[in-house]
């Protein structure tokens, strides 16, 4: 939805069709228009058109990646959100095998904060919320 008020057209994919549901109600309820939603496996669909940018929140986005590349257009970028590190690094080298131009892997931490009028400092640490994201340019 976010990638939806800066996009002029957004494709999203879900296999699912219980989640395909919900993706249209909200998009309902927040009078988006510009999303076409394609109710299907990815590895099964084949895009003729080229993209600016692919998204990849799924499972096994290292094949994901190899099976959407040729969709991007030249200099367009890609980018994973993977939870655990194993699965970043494997969509890393995915992409250096693509012969990626540029990559990066970022870690994103939930860390909350404790503010008192003496001080600001991290809560205690307990569990902490912790993904990656994978960014390559085509």
């Known amino acids: 939805v976010q990638l939806a008020k800066v996009c002029k057209k957004l ?15 909200n ?3 927040m009078s988006i228009d510009n999303v076409t939603l394609v109710v299907e496996n990815f590895f099964d669909v084949d895009l003729d058109e080229t993209i600016d940018l692919l998204v990849l929140d799924m499972k ?4 994901a990646i190899k ?6 257009k030249e200099f367009g970028w890609a980018c994973a959100y ?11 080298l995915s992409c250096e095998e693509l012969e990626a131009r540029e990559l990066s892997l970022v870690e994103i931490i939930k860390r909350e904060y404790e503010v008192r009028e003496q ?20």
Request: charged share 25%; glycine share 6%; hydrophobic share 45%.
């Open 11 to 25: 494709i999203t994919f879900e296999k699912r069709i219980e989640f395909a549901e919900i993706i249209k109600l």
């Open 27 to 29: 998009l309902n309820k």
């Open 60 to 63: 096994d986005a290292d094949k």
């Open 67 to 72: 099976h959407g590349w040729g969709w991007i």
């Open 82 to 92: 993977l939870p655990n590190i194993e699965q970043a690094k494997n969509f890393y």
């Open 119 to 138: 001080g600001v400092r991290p809560k205690h640490l307990g569990l902490m919320h912790t993904a990656y994201l994978v960014f390559a340019q085509k």
